[in-house]
């Protein structure tokens, strides 16, 4: 399948996607510290973004992918803005998926579908690609979208060539929790941790989105929690509406089977597929504040422990269920019932 082919049946594939975007908000000191690595001529073959989903790491790690390939010369390139103008040719090639030394490693789609993770065949085209000479002498670049959804076998094929790169061979590797990534590949980066943006950076953020698209999610910045990526997805997919139900009746203790089933219901079937992980992208930060919130009130661990650990199964189930296609409903009234079972620790 052609790029251009793929491009119009990946769901990725919008005016949205960050290799589109020129702009950056809320993360300055983030792309300082990039800018003085670079211009120090010591820049790092492996950077780590790390950062909940839908803050801008993508966004960054186009930012810098455009301007290590406009400027290959450290001693040459802006010292104050990693920005390339959108009418650039090499910003032109990278916004077209063109650019020879640019890779980029995520999920394949198949029939319109994003498969389940990123496989060892995915992984080792970088190992072919860092074994080419770039163009003009410059970088070659390999941005990893996103780590969290390699599988062990992919993570070891691109552990081998993080640990013997080329000259000019730059690794952007993407995480959304990097406490599932292999230690062996956060030991051979460098991290550099993103942050919730503010709920008026979030604003600004989707102010400037083109043909006004930001302003349907204007609705959703509290909720999003300092993500504009899941404020854009709660307006889209409606997931807004069935998570504040799940909310109310947990917070008065009122999370009954009635209103599970009900929840659940509105998860599962054809075309929920959106709508069912950005529910589960709520959910999962709802239990990290009832488990913050547990422990500090209580001045014990017991309660905000089980919390704890109810996240952690609900997390890796709701990973397997999407992985292996398995009844979401099912997955769903589970994990009500371990976070009921938790807060009654």
Sequence with gaps: MSAKDEEQTDPRETVLHPRHCQYLIGHDAAEQHLLEAYRSGRFHHGWLITGPQGIGKATLAYRLARYLLRYPDHKTAPSDTLTVPADDPVASRVSARSHPDLLVLQRAVEKGKLKAGI?????????????????????????????DEMNAAAANSLLKTL????????????????????????????????????????????????DGLGRQAMPHVALAGGRPGLALALAETGAGAIFDRFAKAADAGRLDVKTRMTIANALQGRGTDDRFN?????????????????????????RGQAL??????????I?????????????????????EQARQA
């Design 308 to 317: 704890a650990n109810a996240h952690q199964a609900i997390g890796h189930s």
């Design 163 to 210: 640990e013997e790169p080329p000259e000019k061979s730059l690794f952007i590797i993407l995480c959304h929790e990097r406490g599932r990534l292999l230690p062996t590949i956060r030991s051979r980066c460098i991290e550099l941790p993103l942050h919730p943006l503010s709920e008026e950076q979030t604003t600004s953020v989707l102010e400037v989105l083109p």
């Design 278 to 302: 950005v529910f589960c992208a709520l959910l999962d930060g709802w239990i990290t504040t009832a488990a913050s919130v547990a422990i500090r009130g209580s001045g014990t661990t017991g």
């Design 119 to 147: 496989t060892v065949d995915a992984s080792r085209k970088a190992a072919d690609f860092f074994s080419k000479t770039a163009g003009a002498g410059g970088w070659r670049i390999a941005i990893v979208d996103v780590a």
């Design 319 to 339: 990973r397997e269920t999407n992985a292996l296609n398995l009844d979401r409903r099912l997955t769903l009234l589970q994990a009500f019932d371990l976070i």
